[in-house]
């Protein structure tokens, strides 16, 4: 019987309660504020809002990584390499650009030079009459051999004033003068070079592209005249009448062939203030353009010319032997 006494003690209570809560709200609270009856509804919790706050982004799912794959050693890949084709010296370079100027194709002679035996002359200067074109003056050729090396030059004046000067520079050798430098100035115009690269076996230019082979007993224009001087003094026969001599000359202008002399037999020459019996050589043009070549040996004076005259496009240079003297 006792939970039945508790349980009429507790309605007792809430009875009590809810009539003093009518109470209170009846006399407290005007009528048209008085309350209705309330539904009570349970809400989820809200999310807290920060105020000032980033918004927050989610990372990216990462996709998911997929196990690498292990080739065998000998299937992995090998970047391809391409090869370019090895350039050769003095090669072809019509169709390979290069840097400067391109270089022309090496040239030989055109035909078979024979290499003679040669003696040289000994150390010397000559005095000539000098004539070139509408001009007249003075010409000096020195010849300076020094044991296995020579130097030779040919100055031109007129009325005092230098106007031409040639020189050429290097050895001597089993096939006589052996240039390695000849170098072309003209008054008002740039110095112009040839240059005989031994090593190598080619002649080429400060200014022309083209090149020329290096062969035996190569002359320049000016070394010319003292190697036919030392063909004739190591055997007269060579020049005389009817006999020829050949040789490849180079100028500094980018031009070379060979010159071919045929001996004319002897001549009388008024040089020096009498009259010298010189042999007499003449070089034919071999195409356009080119140079006509006579030149007059002396044999009292080593072969050396007493006379020569060059002619070529029309404008020919002369000289005519005036005194020697041995070197000062």
């Known amino acids: 019987m006792w939970w039945a006494v508790a349980t009429g003690v507790t309605v007792l209570h809430a009875g009590l309660f809810a009539g003093a809560a009518g109470a209170a709200a009846s006399s407290s609270a005007p009528e048209a504020f008085r309350p209705g009856p309330m539904t009570v509804r349970t809400l989820a919790p809200a999310e807290p809002v920060l105020l000032d706050a980033p918004p927050v ?27 370019e084709p090895l350039q050769l010296a003095l090669a072809d370079t019509s169709s390979t650009p290069a840097a400067g100027p391109a270089r022309a194709a090496l040239a030989a002679p055109a035909a078979d030079v024979p290499v003679y035996r040669t003696r040289m002359p000994p150390p010397i200067t000559l005095e000539y009459d000098m004539r070139k074109g509408s001009w007249s003056g003075s010409g000096e050729l020195v010849w300076r051999p020094t044991g296995a090396r020579y130097q030779a030059k040919l100055e031109g004046r007129v009325a005092g004033f230098k106007v031409m000067t040639w020189a050429s520079e290097g050895g001597l050798d089993t096939a006589g003068v052996a240039p390695v430098r000849f170098t072309d100035q003209r008054r008002g115009k740039s110095m112009m070079a040839a240059n005989f690269q031994r090593q190598s076996g080619r002649i080429t230019f400060s200014g022309p592209s083209s090149e020329f082979a290096l062969v035996p007993g190569s002359q320049d224009r000016l070394s010319w005249m003292v190697q036919i001087a ?67 040996l002396d044999p009292k004076q080593h072969y050396l010319p007493v006379r020569a005259r060059l002619t070529s496009d029309g404008d020919t240079l002369e000289l005519l032997l005036r005194e020697t003297h041995p070197p000062s």
């Open 57 to 83: 982004t989610a990372p990216p799912r990462a996709a998911p990584a997929r196990p690498a794959r292990v080739l065998p050693k000998a299937q992995h890949p090998v970047p391809e390499v391409k090869a």
């Open 230 to 296: 030392a063909i004739a003094a190591a055997d007269p026969q060579k020049v005389a009448s009817a006999q020829r001599v050949s040789f490849f000359v180079a100028g500094a202008r980018g031009d070379a062939d060979v010159w071919s002399f045929q001996s004319q037999g002897t001549e009388d020459v008024m040089a020096g203030g009498g009259t010298v019996q010189a042999v007499r050589l003449l070089r034919e043009p071999r195409k356009p353009n080119d140079t006509r070549v006579e030149v007059w």
